[in-house]
């Protein structure tokens, strides 16, 4: 739902006496006490249900549409006897909930009690009210916008106190149980592009049960955007466009396939490209320097496991009193030598529910150990043997980190230039193969791009592999500019007079980094008429193992593992197609 709001003074005043009940605990207040405070405290006399009804609807509006928050109209409830705690809002509040959610909960007063304990629920455990403090402009204690720890500023968090903040990490904190992460996977997996919040919400649902809270189903994709497995269209929207990305991609199937090695592999990956103190999708509210993952790997490979208690201790010395990595980790060694216990503020306790640090353990990469009081956690024996170097060249900090998953940001207004663009980009390489050479077949220049080193390039959608358009024009030759699938498939004459045909890499470019020999060669190109093509790329399961099974057939199979290229063709479709 798009629309423009343009609140009045009297709804800031309105919403900042709501946020006051949320903020002292409360959960209710009557539409005659609403109007009261109003008349004290600003001077306005309103009608205590004729002038204030539709004034809090549209700020619900805006919490549900704008940020995502529960409908903070609930806290405020007609005056009727009997116990406080089932005092009901007035139907207007059941009426924009079915129309938002569309429903039929209005006039159904059982439905309507359950609503409300529910819609309460959310409205006590939401902790970001301050984007709608921020959006209106207004003050509210008790209200905090999260503390930022690296770049020291001011903060008004309300009007009578003026404190010196820091940025702050923020690590996800909602769901770190595997059926609801790998649930989460699943539906963006399946549906392959931008997907809305709505109907991921009503799919989740599906699998995992409707009876939570209605804000915990968008948070549920916290872990899988932060391990940089699905993305936003807009970061700091969270109501926009989500899908997974190529490495979600690749770790749902490899959860499929129970491939536990490659599973490994892909964490690292993630660990090695992706930030999470700052632009982390799965919590775009942190902005420090310091990697909560990797500073746990750093300490266990300097400690040899570390409980949660002791990486509390780590991050919040770290991110919140700037202090060495050094200086923190001989506190520890002090503490585990005297039989000493770690102090942790309460600030430094919160750190402890690390759920990225459970998914880890229970993705394997991690492994657990009970002793005592203590959680000891350490690298798997399989991660540690298979990746040392890598895992000691990562970095505590992400000051360095370029590297970014995927990064979208696009609002409906640039959308028909971006299509405009992307057909330019089609036009481009189509042009860049026309004119490319063709080459004879044995040539050292062929031999030589065949069997070059692969190498890759970073863009703002990922790495890349480059390729070579010589290679496709002499493979279109090659095989007569013929279907491979059935060279009896008509096309067209195109403008070199020549059948046309598509260059179609059997092995996609995509999968480079699991090779070691390069991809991009004369062997791994296919020729397609259009259509096939396409199916290839977009048609339903059994079609493109079908179409599949002609092009990378036994003798193909034999002809690329010959050449160090080795994946049987079940691998081949589960992995890439």
């Known amino acids: 739902m798009k629309k423009d709001y343009n609140l009045s003074e009297i709804q800031k005043y309105l919403t900042a006496e709501m946020l006051l009940v949320v903020a002292n605990g409360g959960y209710r207040i009557e539409y005659g006490e609403l109007s009261h405070n109003l008349k004290t405290k600003y001077g306005i006399d309103i009608d205590p249900h004729l002038g204030i009804k539709d004034k809090i609807g549209e700020i619900s509006e805006i919490c549900h549409y704008m940020f995502n928050l529960p409908m903070l109209s609930a806290v405020v409830v007609n005056n009727q006897k009997g116990d406080k705690y089932f005092q009901k809002p007035g139907s207007g509040f059941y009426a924009l909930y079915d129309k938002i959610h569309g429903t039929h909960i209005k006039g159904n007063p059982v439905f309507e009690e359950r609503l409300l304990k529910q819609v309460r629920q959310e409205i006590q455990n939401c902790d970001e009210w301050y984007k709608l403090t921020d959006y209106l402009g207004i003050n509210v204690e008790g209200i905090n916008k999260p503390i930022l720890v690296n770049s020291t500023h001011l903060t008004n968090i309300n009007a009578e106190n003026h404190t010196e903040h820091r940025t702050k990490v923020v690590m996800p904190k909602n769901s770190a149980l595997l059926e609801e992460i790998e649930a989460v996977l699943k539906i963006y997996y399946e549906e392959n592009d931008w997907l809305s919040n709505d109907i991921y919400k009503a799919r989740l649902k599906d699998i995992i049960g409707a009876d939570q809270y209605s804000s915990s189903y968008t948070k549920k994709a916290q872990?899988?955007?932060?391990?940089?497995?699905?993305?936003?269209?807009?970061?700091?929207?969270?109501?926009?466009?989500?899908?997974?990305?190529?490495?979600?991609?690749?770790?749902?199937?490899?959860?499929?396939?129970?491939?536990?090695?490659?599973?490994?592999?892909?964490?690292?990956?993630?660990?090695?490209?992706i930030k999470f103190g700052r632009d982390n999708y799965g919590c775009p509210e942190s902005d420090s320097d310091v990697e909560p993952p990797i500073l746990c790997i750093r300490a266990i490979l300097d400690l040899e496991y570390i409980t949660y208690k002791e990486f509390a201790f780590l991050l919040y010395s770290l991110a919140d009193e700037n202090k060495e990595y050094s200086d923190a980790l001989k506190e520890i060694i002090r503490c585990r030598n005297t039989d000493s216990t770690l102090a942790l503020s309460e600030e430094a306790n919160k750190y402890q529910d690390a759920k990225p640090l459970m998914v880890l353990v229970r993705w394997g990469f991690f492994n657990e150990e009970r002793v005592g009081q203590n959680t000891r956690i350490s690298v798997s024996k399989y991660v540690k043997n298979a990746y040392?170097?890598?895992?000691?060249?990562?970095?505590?900090?992400?000051?360095?980190?370029?590297?970014?998953?995927?990064?979208?940001?696009?609002?409906?207004?640039?959308?028909?230039?971006?299509?405009?663009?992307?057909?330019?980009?089609?036009?481009?390489?189509?042009?860049?193969?026309?004119?490319?050479?063709?080459?004879?077949?044995?040539?050292?220049?062929?031999?030589?791009?065949?069997?070059?080193?692969?190498?890759?390039?970073?863009?703002?959608?990922?790495?890349?592999?480059?390729?070579?358009?010589?290679?496709?024009?002499?493979?279109?030759?090659?095989?007569?500019?013929?279907?491979?699938?059935?060279?009896?498939?008509?096309?067209?004459?195109?403008?070199?007079?020549?059948?046309?045909?598509?260059?179609?890499h059997i092995i996609p470019m995509c999968a480079q980094k699991d090779f070691e020999a390069n991809i991009d060669r004369i062997e791994n190109i296919a020729t397609l008429c259009p259509l096939c093509h396409k199916a290839i790329h977009h048609a339903n399961k059994e079609l493109k193992k079908e179409l599949l099974s002609r092009i990378y057939n036994p003798a193909k199979e034999e002809e690329l593992k010959n050449l160090g290229i080795n994946i049987t063709l079940d691998d081949l479709l589960n992995k890439y197609y």
């Open 223 to 273: 872990i899988t955007s932060y391990f940089g497995m699905t993305i936003w269209q807009d970061i700091h929207n969270p109501r926009s466009l989500r899908k997974i990305t190529a490495l979600g991609r690749e770790f749902y199937l490899s959860l499929l396939n129970n491939d536990k090695e490659k599973m490994q592999e892909l964490l690292l990956q993630s660990l090695e490209t």
């Open 388 to 504: 040392e170097e890598r895992l000691n060249k990562l970095n505590i900090y992400n000051t360095d980190k370029q590297i970014v998953v995927e990064e979208f940001s696009i609002n409906n207004d640039e959308i028909e230039a971006f299509e405009t663009l992307l057909d330019n980009v089609e036009e481009y390489h189509d042009e860049k193969i026309k004119q490319a050479s063709v080459l004879e077949l044995g040539s050292s220049t062929l031999n030589n791009l065949n069997n070059r080193p692969p190498e890759s390039i970073n863009t703002r959608n990922g790495r890349k592999y480059k390729t070579d358009a010589r290679i496709i024009k002499t493979a279109c030759k090659l095989n007569n500019y013929s279907c491979i699938v059935d060279p009896s498939h008509p096309t067209f004459v195109s403008t070199s007079d020549t059948n046309y045909v598509e260059g179609h």
